[in-house]
């Protein structure tokens, strides 16, 4: 059989010499055990280097023990990210808790303070009375002004129990503007100290009184400063070398020191110290 010169070449054979590819430049002879490309499939009847055919590798996935590894690292993250968000939490609510406290007890001082500030000896009763249990005092009306007054009141301030302790509790009267009804509610505080008051729906002319409970305490008491010590109330400590005509141990001190023993189921707990100095005490005494 003769060779024609334009004759194709037979599949898989070298291009003859001098031969030009499709493209216009010289034919390049390609290499029958040269590799194939990167990326390629194995041609048809490709034999792997082991002997066996050739193996098309597919796509490779996460295997069970991956996924494994990640849902426990993602639940270990979310169990740290939740102690931590819940930390933040009570703490907050601890700081809340003792901002709240903290308020309570300055308006208690704030109006304790108030109340001695605005002490009025009426003549009838001691303007400040403490029994050991309960302190009982005569002061102006709060919306009292220059051009008119409403009358004195009656205020009483009290350890009383509670079902969560005890609670120190402000307790006033109405205002009064005559003798009898300030006599009725010097009686009505002091009963209210030992617990046996009545209640205001029970008892005609008590729809004026009221009492509220401010903080919970442990303990509380009270100290007079007389002549140049601090004492106990119901003694005459300091009176000793009183001139003749000043103010018997009963009456007006020259100061009033409270301490509370506050509880420790709060947000504030401790011992607190207030003083009180009466403003018109003159320099000296």
Not at 69 to 88: K, P, Y
Not at 148 to 166: E, H, I, K, N
Not at 260 to 275: C, I, P, V
Request: proline share 8%; charged share 20%.
């Amino acid at each position: 059989m003769d060779w024609h010169p334009h004759a194709p070449p037979l599949r898989g054979s070298l291009p003859p010499e001098g031969a030009v590819s499709p493209g216009g430049g010289p034919a390049v002879k390609a290499c029958p055990h040269a590799p194939p490309l990167r990326g390629s499939l194995p041609p048809e009847g490709a034999v792997s280097p082991g002997g066996g055919p050739a193996v098309k590798r597919r796509p490779r996935g996460f295997t069970l023990i991956e996924l494994l590894v990640a849902i426990a690292v993602m639940a270990m993250l979310a169990l740290l990210s939740w102690r931590s968000i819940d930390g933040m939490s009570r703490t907050q609510n601890i700081t809340q808790e003792r901002s709240d406290g903290l308020l309570r007890l300055q308006s208690a001082v704030g109006q304790w303070i108030a109340d001695l500030d605005a002490v009025l000896d009426t003549g009838e009763v001691t303007p400040v009375d403490f029994n050991g249990q309960t302190l009982r005092l005569t002061r102006r009306d709060s919306a009292e002004s220059g051009l008119d007054s409403r009358g004195v009141r009656v205020v009483a301030w009290a350890l009383l129990p509670s079902a969560s302790g005890g609670q120190w509790t402000r307790w006033q009267s109405g205002p009064l503007l005559q003798r009898d009804e300030l006599a009725r509610a010097w009686q009505r505080a002091a009963d209210w100290g030992r617990g046996a008051g009545s209640s205001p729906a029970s008892t005609n002319n008590l729809g004026a009184d009221s009492a509220l409970a401010i903080i919970a305490v442990d303990q509380w008491q009270i100290f007079y400063h007389r002549g140049e010590t601090w004492g106990n109330p119901l003694s005459s400590v300091g009176t000793e070398g009183a001139e003749p005509g000043a103010a018997p141990a009963s009456g007006m001190p020259n100061g009033v020191r409270l301490q509370l023993t506050l509880s420790g189921g709060q947000g504030l707990s401790g011992t607190l110290l207030r003083d009180w100095v009466r403003p018109t005490l003159e320099a000296g005494r």
